[in-house]
């Protein structure tokens, strides 16, 4: 394309995509399934070990440090907006009493997210998935959309969030993932094609058995539970494994050897220098 819409500011943005593009074209990040040849690096809430989680900025600045994914989390405002917030309250991160889905997005808009980071950054809004899609559609990264369904069952939050990804024709640039495995298999109901994964923290046996059996294209356990029998029953089913939160060196190395998909971490900088040499 001769020009795009970026995310990332400055006169570097043209030098900056571009780049980045060819590194993502020389890695061959076809992250469908049976695509993918290299651990991949995915930014947890964006680069949220450094910036503020779930932030345009956080986005921008996983980006810039080498992130091949951005994991996000969508809720319902209390008008039907797709808006990205992880936890289901808005004290931790807005200082705020009530959940999420108890402001419409005006309201929501009007918060500081900023959370720990207190002025530091400046004021921070809730971004909406609509936003975002409108500022990285153009660029190559693909986006982990988690469903937070896990407590408040948002009915309807499948079928519009899949509009919105059809919208801006991103089909093969999404995962879709959630602790709430009825949602997964919602999505699959839609969209049949479209990669999906089965979060978890617990220790399931027969994982990679579940997966399949559910029609998944992926498991995203948490990281202690992932060992390299774990991945092997995962690819015997057909199954990759895209694990959270790694935030260490050492086991960025240790699940890049042993065949896991994506890492998801805090810090996307520090992944980018621990998957390289095994790409």
């Known amino acids: 394309q001769d020009s795009c819409r970026c995310a990332v500011s400055g006169d ?11 590194e993502y074209q020389k890695r061959r990040l ?9 651990t991949l690096n995915f930014a947890h809430r964006g680069f949220s070990g450094q910036f503020p989680e779930n932030t345009m900025l956080a986005f921008e600045k996983a980006v810039e440090a080498g992130a091949d994914g951005i994991e996000l989390d969508v809720q319902f405002s209390k008008d039907g907006e797709l808006v990205i917030m992880h936890d289901e309250t808005l004290n931790r991160t807005a200082g705020v009493d009530g959940f999420v889905k108890d402001y419409t997005l005006e309201q929501l808009k009007a918060m500081d997210v900023s959370g720990k980071w207190g002025d530091r950054y400046g004021s921070m809004e809730i971004p909406t998935l609509r936003e975002y899609f409108e500022h990285f559609k153009d660029l190559p990264v693909i986006t982990n959309i988690e469903l937070k369904t896990g407590i408040f069952p948002y009915p309807g939050i499948e079928e519009r969030t899949l509009e919105m990804i059809r919208e801006y024709e991103l089909e093969n640039k999404i995962i879709i993932s959630s602790f709430n495995h009825y949602s997964c298999l919602k999505m699959k109901e839609l969209d049949e094609k479209m990669p999906c994964g089965l979060l978890e923290e617990s220790w399931i046996v027969g994982a990679g058995k579940y997966g399949r059996k559910l029609g998944m294209d992926f498991l995203h356990p948490a ?3 992932v060992t390299e029998s774990y991945v092997q029953d995962a690819a015997d089913h057909g199954l990759k494994v895209n694990t959270w939160t790694v935030n260490d060196w050492d086991s960025m190395e ?3 050897k042993i065949g896991v998909n ?3 971490g805090n810090f996307p900088d520090l992944a980018e220098k621990a998957l390289n040499p095994y790409r």
């Open 223 to 225: 990281y202690p539970m």
């Open 12 to 22: 570097r943005t043209s030098q900056r995509f571009y780049g980045m593009l060819a």
């Open 30 to 38: 076809y992250f469908a399934v049976g695509g993918i040849t290299v």
């Open 254 to 256: 240790y699940f890049a």
């Open 262 to 264: 994506a890492i998801i």
